[in-house]
Nanobody, 123 residues
């Protein structure tokens, strides 16, 4: 099983940018497709973006399309989430997740999760 540790969260003003990182350890990182999810207080955890094992295919939630970019560096065992034009409604705890096999947008398809990193966007 892969272990995941997120970093890069923080407080930013609306319109600003942040880059989240998720470092993986354990088994071969390139065997895992990766996803980012987020959970705001009182809400369900929701899909943000996902990337295939080789990085050639990406998926995004409609709410972040055009503003967020997911990427990965298999040599560094790391996946990234570049977040631009941030809005107060992007405030949430952001989680990195991994699954063996093809990338999906479904939360329950991912078997390994990080501890989360807080992103707060002020208006």
């Amino acid at each position: 099983q892969v272990q995941l540790v997120e970093s890069g969260g923080g407080l930013v003003q609306a319109g600003g940018s942040l880059r989240l990182s998720c470092a993986a350890s354990g088994r071969t990182f390139s065997s895992y497709s990766m996803g980012w999810f987020r959970q705001a207080p009182g809400k369900e955890r929701e899909f943000v973006g996902a990337i295939s094992r080789a990085g050639g295919t990406t998926y995004y939630a409609d709410s972040v399309k055009g503003r967020f970019t997911i990427s990965r560096d298999n040599a560094k065992n790391t996946v990234y989430l570049q977040m631009n034009s941030l809005k107060p409604e992007d405030t949430a705890v952001y989680y990195c997740a991994a699954r063996m096999g093809a990338a999906t947008t479904v939360r329950y398809d991912f078997g390994s999760w990080g501890q989360g990193t807080q992103v707060t966007v002020s208006s």
